[in-house]
């Protein structure tokens, strides 16, 4: 088994920046994708960035420009920086990772989640 550790978070006022991390520990061979989620109060949970191994990050469009995520393979570890943010950006976000134990056996994880709260 594996598991994730997010760490960061918090309060901030709008236009401000918070930085997020997280760590993947256990019984990994390899890490496929890595990305970030969130969940305001009575909404879904939504794709906020992705960043595949090997490939392009991608990005929600309502945080293009402001967040920036980053993966470090020889650590696993993911982090997301955001930048000016909003107060629609308030949620609950999740690490998520797809993480192989053999190199055909796969699980998705998910992080305990970190509330970032951006308030006046």
Same mark, same amino acid.
């Given at each position: 088994?594996?598991?994730?550790v997010?760490?960061g ?14 760590a993947?520990s ?10 970030w989620?969130?969940q *305001? ?12 191994? &090997?490939?392009? +990050?991608n990005?929600?469009? !309502?945080?293009?420009g402001r967040f920036t995520?980053?993966?470090?393979n020889?650590?696993n570890?993911v ?8 107060p ?6 999740y690490?998520? *990772? ?11 994880y998910? &992080?305990?989640? +970190?509330?970032?709260?951006? !308030?006046?």
């Amino acid at each position: 088994q594996a598991q994730l550790v997010e760490s960061g978070g918090g309060l901030v006022q709008p236009g401000g920046s918070l930085s997020l991390s997280c760590a993947a520990s256990g019984s990994i061979f390899r890490i496929s994708s890595m990305g970030w989620y969130r969940q *305001a109060p009575g909404e879904q949970r939504e794709l906020v960035a992705t960043a595949p191994s &090997g490939g392009s +990050t991608n990005y929600v469009d !309502s945080v293009k420009g402001r967040f920036t995520i980053s993966r470090d393979n020889a650590k696993n570890t993911v982090a997301l920086q955001m930048n000016s943010l909003k107060p629609e950006d308030t949620a609950v976000y999740y690490c998520y *990772a797809r993480i192989y134990r053999t190199m055909f056996q796969s699980n998705d994880y998910w &992080g305990q989640g +970190t509330q970032v709260t951006v !308030s006046s």
